[in-house]
């Protein structure tokens, strides 16, 4: 079992930065790959990027690349956004990819133990 909760959200204007950061407990964290997604106001959840049980490997949302990286250590995944956008105002998650799930899936209900999320508003 892992437990997840997001936190680094604000209001930040556009082009700034902001880090968000999902803590994990759980003693099998760092067994799991970690995904981010988003879901904007009258919105589907939209997946922003997944990295690697080991952080070697990521993989990312056409929208984000180039302005997002994600990282993660032993207890937190890490998610560096630069160069926001009005359009990247939304709640961000954090969840785990299912064990059973393939890296590079984009489908919310491949990935489980979902955070809470944390409020991003980016204003021009």
Same mark, same amino acid.
């Given at each position: ?6 936190? !680094?959200?604000? +209001? ?5 930065? +902001? $880090? +968000?950061?999902?803590?994990? /407990? !759980? #003693?099998?964290?760092? *067994? ?5 997604? #988003?879901?904007?106001?009258?919105? @589907? #959840? ?5 990295? /690697? ?11 984000? $690349? !180039? $302005?997002? %990286?994600?990282? #993660? &250590? *032993?207890?937190?995944?890490? +998610?560096?956004?630069? /160069?926001?956008?009005? @359009? &990247? ?8 990819? $299912?064990? %059973?799930? *393939? ?5 919310? /209900? ?6 809470? !999320? ?7």
């Amino acid at each position: 079992q892992v437990q997840l909760v997001e936190s !680094g959200g604000g +209001l930040v204007q556009a082009g700034g930065s +902001l $880090r +968000l950061s999902c803590a994990a /407990s !759980g #003693r099998t964290f760092s *067994n799991y790959a970690m995904g981010w997604f #988003r879901q904007a106001p009258g919105k @589907e #959840r939209e997946f922003v990027l997944t990295i /690697s049980s080991s952080g070697g490997s990521t993989y990312y949302a056409a929208s984000v $690349r !180039g $302005r997002f %990286t994600v990282f #993660r &250590d *032993n207890a937190k995944v890490y +998610l560096q956004m630069n /160069s926001l956008k009005p @359009e &990247d105002t939304a709640v961000y998650y954090c969840a785990a990819l $299912r064990k %059973t799930s *393939n890296w590079g899936t984009q489908n919310p /209900s491949d990935f489980g133990f979902w955070g809470q !999320g944390t409020q991003v508003t980016v204003f021009s």
